[in-house]
C-alpha cells in the first residue's frame, strides 16, 4: 500500500491500485493503441527490431555455412533442413544489424570423386552429363560403386584417379571441374525455388593444398602421430592380446604402433596402418583420436575443415562462425575445435555447431524421396489440387508460384515448430491442412489481410481515432504485436525458430477472430478506418516473421 501511494500516474498509467501482495495498473488503451500502431506502420520490415532489447547491440561479422551438398550427386532431400534452417539464421542475424556471409561449403572433394571419375571413364557417356548432368551421374555412381565391392582393381582405379587429383593431374581436374560446374548450375536453380541464396560458394577442394599446411603445423607442435611399420618387442606381448582381441574383426581390418612424431613420451596409440592422427585426450583414449591424414598422405576430412576455417578467419576475421549441419557430427566438430585451440587458435572459441535432428517418413506418392526436387514439385502439385477448388485460384497470375509458396510455407512451418534438435515424422496431410498450426494457415492468413487493404484501403488508411479499437479482440492483437520484440530476442540468443513460428500461429489465430467479428464493410468509417489499421499492422508483422523464417508471403490465393 505505501508503495502504490509513492507511484503516480501519468500518460501511460492511467490507474494504479494494490491487491494481495500485488500493485496493480491499469495501461492507457488508447495511448498504446496509437503508439502501438504509429510503431508497426512506421518502422515498417524494422518493427521490433529498434527495440531497447537490441539497444547498444555491437554489430559483429558473422559466418553461417550451411547447405553443403554434396558436388556431381543430386541434391538429396537431407540437405534440406540444414538449407532452411541456415537461411533463417543468416536472416535474423542480417535483421539484426549484423554483417552476414553465407557460405555453401559444397562436398567438392574426396575419395568418392576417385570412385565417379573412374566410372564416368567406365560408364559414363558425354550426350547423357550434358542433356542431365546429376542423373547420369548419380546412375555412374550406384553402378561404380556395385563394381567396386567386386572387382578389386575397379577400386585400384578409383584410390588412384583421387591421388591423381591430390597431385594436381591436368587430366583429372579438368573432368572434376566439369563435375563441379554442372553441379552447381543445378543447385543455383533450386535454391532459387527454395529463396535461398548464397555468398560464396566454396568446397573443400579450396583447402586440398592448405590442408598439408595444417598437417605440417600439427606436426610442428608434436601433436600429430604417425604410425610405424615396426613393432618393438617390449610391446611384442601387447600387440599380440590386442590383435587376437579386436584385430581380426570388422572393426581394425589392419592395426601397427602409433607413435607421436616429435614427443616419443606419449602414450603408444592403436590406429589403422599408415593413417595420421591427433589425440585429443593426450591418453590414447579412442574415441578422442581424430583421423587426419590417410596412409598415402591424402587430406580428409577435419583436416580440410581444419584449413578451411583458419581460411576464414583470415578473409573475414568473423566474430562468430556458425555449422548447420545434422547432429549426427556433433563430434566432428567438437573435435574440430577442439583441435584448433590446441594448435593456439583462442578464437576457436568463436565457433559454433547447430545440431539438428532427422526427418522421418518423407515420401512421394511413387515411394521413398530421396532428392530434394522430388519433394519440391511434389508440394506445387499436392497445392495446386487443394486450391483448384477454390474460386480465386483462376484468378491468380501464376497459381503455380503461388502454390509452390504456399507449400513451402507449408513445409518450413511443420519443420520450424519444434526443438531443432528433435527428430521429427514427416506427415503430407499434416503439412497441407488449411485450418490449425500450418503454414498453409499463416500463408491464408496473410492473403485475407492483403485483400482487406486492396478492397478498403483507398478510403480509410489515412488518420484514424484509437477510441474506436477497445474490443476484446482488438485488444488482444494489440498486445501480441508489443511481444513481438521479446520474441525476436528469445530467437536470437538461442537461433531457433520456434519461438517466432508459434508467435505468429498466435497472431494468425487472433486475426481470424478478430475478422469474424469486427467488420468493415458494414461499420462506420470511422470504425471501418480504425479495424483497418490494426488489421494492417497484424499484417505487416505476419509477413515480417514469415520472411525471418524464410518464407515469401502470397498476397491471393
Same mark, same amino acid.
Given at each position: 500500500? @505505501? ?11 492511467? !490507474? ?14 488508447? &495511448? ?6 504509429? %510503431? ?40 534440406? *533442413? ?19 556471409? *553465407?557460405?555453401? /561449403? ?7 570423386? #576417385? ?31 556395385? !563394381? ?46 527454395? +529463396?535461398?541464396?548464397?555468398?560464396? /560458394? ?5 583447402? @586440398? ?13 608434436? &601433436? ?26 570388422? /572393426? ?21 596402418? +599408415? ?28 583436416? =580440410? ?38 594448435? #593456439? ?19 512421394? *506418392? ?13 508440394? @506445387? ?19 503455380? %508460384?503461388?502454390?509452390? =509458396? ?41 492473403? *485475407? &489481410? ?20 477497445? !474490443? ?52 462506420? $468509417? ?26 515469401? $508471403?502470397?498476397? =491471393?490465393?
Amino acid at each position: 500500500m @505505501r508503495l502504490a501511494e509513492k507511484l503516480k500516474c501519468d500518460t501511460v498509467v492511467s !490507474e494504479i491500485s494494490t491487491g494481495p501482495g500485488t500493485v496493480n495498473f491499469k495501461i492507457n488503451r488508447e &495511448l498504446l493503441t496509437k503508439t502501438v500502431l504509429q %510503431e508497426v506502420i512506421e518502422d515498417g520490415s524494422k518493427y521490433g527490431l529498434k527495440s531497447e532489447l537490441f539497444s547498444g547491440l555491437p554489430q559483429k561479422k558473422i559466418v553461417v555455412e550451411f547447405s553443403s551438398p554434396n558436388v556431381a550427386k543430386k541434391f538429396h532431400v537431407g540437405h534440406l *533442413r540444414s538449407t532452411i534452417i541456415g537461411n533463417f539464421i543468416a536472416n535474423l542475424k542480417e535483421a539484426l544489424g549484423h554483417q552476414v556471409t *553465407r557460405i555453401n /561449403y559444397l562436398g567438392d572433394w574426396g575419395m568418392q570423386f #576417385g570412385l565417379l571419375g573412374t566410372g564416368f571413364q567406365l560408364f559414363g557417356y558425354e550426350e547423357k552429363l550434358q542433356s542431365n548432368p546429376l542423373q547420369h551421374l548419380f546412375e555412374v555412381y550406384v553402378q561404380v560403386n556395385k !563394381e567396386a565391392a567386386d572387382d578389386k582393381n575397379v577400386a585400384k582405379s578409383a584410390h588412384e584417379f583421387f591421388q591423381r587429383l591430390e597431385l594436381g593431374d591436368t587430366q583429372a581436374l579438368a573432368l572434376w571441374q566439369k563435375f563441379r560446374d554442372l553441379s552447381i548450375e543445378e543447385y543455383i536453380r533450386i535454391y532459387k525455388r527454395l +529463396g535461398v541464396h548464397f555468398d560464396d /560458394y566454396s568446397g573443400e577442394s579450396f583447402y @586440398r593444398e592448405k590442408s598439408q599446411e595444417v598437417l605440417k603445423l600439427l606436426d610442428s607442435k608434436g &601433436l600429430l602421430q604417425k604410425t610405424i611399420r615396426d613393432s618393438r618387442r617390449s610391446c611384442a606381448a601387447f600387440l599380440a592380446f590386442f590383435y587376437s582381441a579386436f584385430c581380426s574383426s570388422e /572393426y581394425f581390418p589392419t592395426c601397427c604402433l602409433l607413435l607421436p612424431s616429435q614427443n616419443p613420451e606419449l602414450p603408444f596409440c592403436i590406429s589403422r596402418k +599408415g593413417t595420421a592422427v591427433v589425440d585429443l585426450s593426450g591418453n590414447g583414449d579412442p574415441s578422442s583420436i581424430c583421423t587426419v591424414m590417410r596412409s598415402d598422405g591424402t587430406s580428409l576430412y577435419a583436416t =580440410r575443415d581444419l584449413a578451411a576455417a583458419i581460411d576464414r578467419m583470415d578473409k573475414y576475421n568473423f566474430d562468430k562462425m556458425i555449422y548447420v549441419t545434422d547432429k549426427g557430427q556433433k563430434k566432428h566438430f567438437q573435435q574440430v575445435f577442439q583441435m584448433l585451440q590446441i594448435m #593456439g587458435y583462442d578464437w576457436a572459441e568463436r565457433c559454433q555447431h547447430v545440431p539438428f535432428g532427422v526427418v522421418q517418413g518423407m515420401k512421394t *506418392r511413387r515411394g521413398d524421396v530421396t532428392f530434394l526436387e522430388d519433394v519440391l514439385n511434389e508440394i @506445387r502439385l499436392r497445392m495446386l489440387q487443394n486450391m483448384a477448388s477454390i474460386k480465386t485460384t483462376r484468378e491468380l497470375e501464376n497459381p503455380q %508460384e503461388t502454390a509452390e =509458396r504456399v507449400g513451402l510455407a507449408a513445409l518450413i512451418i511443420q519443420d520450424f515448430r519444434g526443438f531443432l534438435l528433435s527428430d521429427y515424422q514427416f506427415s503430407w496431410d499434416r503439412v497441407f491442412q488449411s485450418r490449425g498450426d500450418t503454414g498453409v494457415f499463416l500463408q491464408y492468413t496473410h492473403a *485475407r &489481410l492483403h485483400s482487406l487493404e486492396e478492397t478498403f484501403g483507398c478510403g480509410y488508411l489515412n488518420d484514424f481515432n484509437t477510441a474506436c479499437l477497445q !474490443e476484446p479482440q482488438s485488444v488482444s492483437i494489440l498486445q501480441h504485436l508489443l511481444r513481438f520484440d521479446e520474441v525476436l530476442y528469445r530467437s536470437a540468443q538461442d537461433l531457433q525458430p520456434r519461438h517466432i513460428v508459434s508467435y505468429l500461429l498466435t497472431l494468425s489465430h487472433l486475426a481470424a477472430v478478430a475478422h469474424k467479428t469486427l467488420h468493415i464493410k458494414s461499420s462506420p $468509417p470511422e470504425v471501418a478506418g480504425a479495424r483497418l489499421h490494426l488489421f494492417r499492422a497484424a499484417r505487416s508483422v505476419l509477413a515480417n516473421g514469415m520472411k525471418l523464417l524464410g518464407i515469401t $508471403p502470397v498476397c =491471393r490465393m
